[in-house]
């Protein structure tokens, strides 16, 4: 299974968490993360998987998203082998409204960004990765 992962940020540089909905069965855990999602049928590249799935979750529209050449491979819940594909989005300043998955956001420096994201991997590559594409 194709899925996204994209981090976000605005004119300022600043990084978008959301609080992840911790009943939620599916996206379940009391976390703060970024948006992710699945590829759908209609969706004709990754990229616009990435607008779609930004746009569903935070109601954010996006000015430009970058593919950053990274992927990560893992089993899902339901044994489903999934790769998702990382990307980085600048968006437009908006009203966030969340969907069901995230009970709440903040717009953060790469910092506290990087102390609070619930991140499976290093931190400290992640630092960079983020330094680089900010």
Do not use: A
Not at 82 to 90: K, Q
């Amino acid at each position: 299974m194709k899925k996204i992962l994209t981090f976000i940020k605005n004119k300022d540089n600043k990084l978008l968490l959301l609080h992840n909905n911790p009943i939620d069965p599916i996206h379940g855990g009391d976390i703060w993360y970024t948006v992710t999602g699945g590829v759908e049928e209609f969706d004709n590249t990754l990229e616009n998987t990435v607008i779609r799935e930004i746009k569903e979750e935070t109601n954010l529209d996006v000015i430009n998203t970058k593919y950053l050449e990274i992927n990560y491979t893992y089993t899902n819940r339901k044994g489903i082998e999934c790769i998702e594909y990382v990307f980085i989005s600048l968006v437009e300043d908006g009203n966030i409204i969340l969907n069901e998955e995230s009970i709440g956001y903040k717009w953060l420096n790469i910092n506290d960004y990087i102390e609070e994201i619930y991140w499976y991997g290093n931190k400290d590559e992640l630092r960079k990765i983020l330094e680089k594409n900010l």
